[in-house]
């Protein structure tokens, strides 16, 4: 049944589509490992959607082609259900191919359109190589920009969350160089990924009145301007505003005292001003289970906070933990958007 029209919370969800990424990377391996624990974790029915040869490549255990997501819900208790898109090629794990590349590109358009259509309940992004894909005529920074564009969502109202268990952080800017952040950063792009963040903490996550919490950009949140004025003249303005509309949001506060732990009993979520202020303190607490959330989408899309770790594919080294987590992560926030609305 797709899931826009599903009024009643008991049903079943229909299953989620999940891209197998780069297929040289260690996405074909996290998919099927996680499909072995999908009792002991109890994840939700999912099929793969990539090419069937990169999980042969690294995986023993059973395969079956399907053609449709409804065969995926009879298939997922004796095999990994595979939509198959464009063959990949010769598939060496760790050695990543331009015809690689886009079978990732491919994977990802079938299966945001699933979720587009309903046949999917969301999808989970297994990790791209950002370089590859974009030497195939990927012209997006990131999976989470195209997903955002082929569901008609300006790219500055799709906010790329990641969560952990103890953290939850937004990087207000995401996939630019480091010494352009503060030239786009923005009072009307922070008011943007704040109100997406709330809305998205509401109905993915059923967090009624969320907390906000806003890092500064420079050293001790720029410390009366003395070490930089974006703080006075940008954040604390976006502030100001959202919290005069009632949003529940404070700082800037400097970035450096905001993740210990009791700092993170505080606030239900983090805006940060770049993207290594957010994710590395996500990354420290929370690599193995770190979800990356795309809010303010009609669709769920989830995937692991980590990227294809080329080093290791083809080792049986990779942990599932974060795929799993992005699994369960993607059927809770479908659920609870039953409950809270799109
Ligand atoms: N969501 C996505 O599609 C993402 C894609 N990437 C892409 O991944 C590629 C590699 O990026 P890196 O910065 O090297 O990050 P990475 O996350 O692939 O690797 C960083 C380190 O963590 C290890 N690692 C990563 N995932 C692991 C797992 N599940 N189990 C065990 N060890 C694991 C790797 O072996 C490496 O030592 C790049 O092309 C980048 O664009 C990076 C982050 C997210
Ligand atoms: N560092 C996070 C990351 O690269 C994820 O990007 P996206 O492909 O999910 O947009």
Redesign the pocket.
């Given at each position: 049944m797709p899931l826009s029209t599903i009024t009643d919370p008991g049903t079943p969800l229909p299953p989620f589509a999940v891209s197998l990424?780069d297929p040289a990377?260690?996405g074909p391996e996290?998919v099927a490992k996680s499909w072995v624990m999908r009792e002991a974790r109890g994840l939700p029915p999912f099929f793969a959607v990539g090419d069937i040869a990169s999980l042969r490549a690294v995986w023993l255990g059973p395969v079956e082609p399907i053609a449709t997501p409804e065969e995926a819900a009879v298939v997922f208790d004796r095999a990994l259900p595979c939509l198959q898109v464009a063959d990949a090629g010769p598939v060496v794990p760790g050695t990543p191919s331009i015809d690689g590349a886009r079978t990732a590109f491919q994977a990802l358009e079938v299966a945001v359109g699933l979720a587009r259509s309903g046949s999917a309940a969301g999808i989970v992004?297994?990790?791209?190589?950002?370089?590859?894909l974009y030497g195939v005529g990927f012209t997006h920074p990131?999976?989470t920009e195209f997903v955002a564009e082929r569901c008609g969502v300006a790219p500055h109202n799709a906010v790329m969350m990641l969560a952990g268990p103890s953290l939850k952080v937004v990087p207000v800017t995401i996939h630019i160089p480091l010494g352009d952040v503060s030239s786009v950063l923005t009072v009307d792009l922070i008011r943007a990924r704040a109100i997406t963040t709330v809305k998205g903490l509401q109905r993915n996550f059923g967090v009624a009145r969320p907390r906000i919490v806003v890092a500064g950009l420079n050293p001790h949140a720029g410390e009366g301007g003395a070490l930089g004025r974006e703080e006075i003249d940008i954040i604390a303005p976006a502030i100001e505003s959202l919290r005069d509309e009632g949003m529940d949001i404070r700082g800037p506060l400097a970035a450096d005292g905001l993740f210990h732990s009791r700092a993170r009993e505080t606030y239900d979520a983090v805006l940060c001003m770049y993207h290594d202020q957010a994710l590395i303190p996500l990354k420290t607490l929370h690599?193995?289970e770190g979800v990356?959330i795309t809010l303010g989408l009609p669709i769920v899309r989830t995937?692991?906070?980590?990227?294809?770790?080329?080093?290791?594919a083809g080792t049986d080294?990779?942990?599932?933990?974060?795929?799993m987590a992005a699994l369960k992560m993607a059927a809770e926030a479908a659920r609870a958007r039953l409950t809270h609305g799109n």
């Open positions: 990424g990377g260690i996290i992004t297994a990790p791209v190589g950002k370089e590859q990131g999976q690599f193995d990356n995937s692991p906070d980590h990227g294809t770790a080329f080093g290791i080294r990779a942990n599932p933990g974060a795929m």
